[in-house]
């Protein structure tokens, strides 16, 4: 059995993060804790746990200088945080990720009830994957758990639907319309890969970059703003109707699906709408390669990153089809789960694998490449 602890100042979180764990065969609550200080304690006293289940805000001692301290103390333990999204809170879960966290899971708005069921099921499952545990049949119940209340709407592709409105007046930069795109996707240990990857960027880069990370509404315009401020290229979240730009970096908005939209006149507006998931995600990998075929783009430069699951395996299948598409691959042994990257490069459509430190400087190397 897996020992855990969990740390929470909420006493009802505190018990149904309890019920959830000591229902699981394989996880048992050994300790818990009201905030940072508590939990300091018992790790002090020379206790140890597999894995501790995170509070983000607490009185005494929160959840970002908890992992400081666990930094400091050089104490290695896997961490999931259980976060809520007040604004506050997505800025430090985000920090949080930086400092080693494995992942997060969204607090439910209600902590009883329906919306208890995606949450237990998403924290078992990234629970599962922090520890490593070999139950492949668990993990796959648990992501069809997780995709069965949308798999009646699955968004199914129709290119024809999003194929936009022709707007008038041209585009800042004419060459975009047959140029070059790259394109990043990743999901579990994502922000913490980003974050070796963006800031590589100069900030006269010349092309535009997107990237799909696997996050819930609320989270992605943190990521946003603290890889802009980690980076001297520009980084935004996407925003339907924007305009994509050389030189920047779109994170696509958390909760809703992001398409590019060739227009008529000039080059490409993103199309950022609340669309059903497709196998469960929102944003879908999937669904922004598929988007890509009716642009006038060149040739797409795309990275897939650590993440369980095998997102943007047939998206880049079927972009293959129609356009002249590079892949790299993070190799295993830097990501943090080998799960998207595995699929892409068993399905065959890898090109190269790299580990995280050199992905940007192969992406860099491939757009030299290009001809002037």
Request: aromatic share 6%; with cysteine; hydrophobic share 40%.
């Amino acid at each position: 059995m897996k020992k855990v602890l969990i740390i929470d100042d909420s006493a009802l979180m505190r018990r149904v993060l309890s019920d959830i764990i000591e229902e699981d065969t394989e996880l048992e609550v050994s300790d818990l804790a009201k905030d940072g200080v508590e939990g300091l304690a018992l790790l002090d006293k020379g206790k140890q746990y597999d894995l501790i289940l995170l509070d983000i805000h607490m009185p005494k001692m929160n959840g970002v200088v908890f992992l400081e301290q666990l930094l400091e103390r050089k104490l290695t333990v896997k961490v999931l945080i259980v976060s809520s999204v007040a604004s506050r809170s997505t800025k430090e879960t985000i920090r949080a990720l930086e400092l080693g966290a494995f992942d997060f899971v969204k607090k439910p708005q209600n902590a009883i009830g329906k919306s208890n069921v995606d949450f237990k099921n998403q924290l078992l499952l990234k629970s599962y994957l922090a520890l490593g545990l070999n139950r492949e049949s668990k993990q796959t119940d648990l992501m069809m758990d997780l995709a069965e209340e949308n798999a009646s709407k699955a968004l199914v592709s129709d290119i024809s639907k999003i194929s936009g409105t022709v707007i008038s007046g041209g585009y800042k930069d004419k060459s975009m319309t047959g140029g070059y795109l790259v394109f990043i996707a990743c999901s579990t240990g994502g922000p913490y890969a980003l974050q070796h990857v963006i800031p590589k960027f100069p900030k006269d880069f010349p092309y535009p970059i997107v990237v799909v990370q696997h996050m819930p509404a609320g989270f992605t315009g943190s990521l946003a703003s603290r890889l802009n401020e980690m980076s001297e290229i520009c980084v935004c979240e996407a925003e339907d109707g924007q305009w994509l730009e050389p030189g920047n970096v779109y994170i696509a908005k958390g909760g809703h699906q992001c398409y590019l939209v060739q227009q008529r006149v000039g080059g490409c507006r993103f199309r950022v709408a609340a669309d059903p998931p497709r196998n469960a995600l929102r944003p879908c990998a999937d669904v922004f390669l598929e988007s890509l075929a009716e642009t006038n783009f060149q040739e797409i430069i795309c990275s897939v990153l650590t993440g369980m699951g095998d997102d943007g395996t047939r998206g880049l299948a079927y972009l293959r089809q129609y356009k002249k598409v590079t892949v790299i691959g993070q190799d295993k042994q830097s990501c943090v789960v080998y799960g998207m990257p595995k699929a892409a490069k068993e399905a065959g459509v890898v090109d190269e694998v790299k580990p995280l430190s050199e992905i940007a400087d192969v992406i860099m190397e491939k757009i030299r490449e290009i001809p002037v």
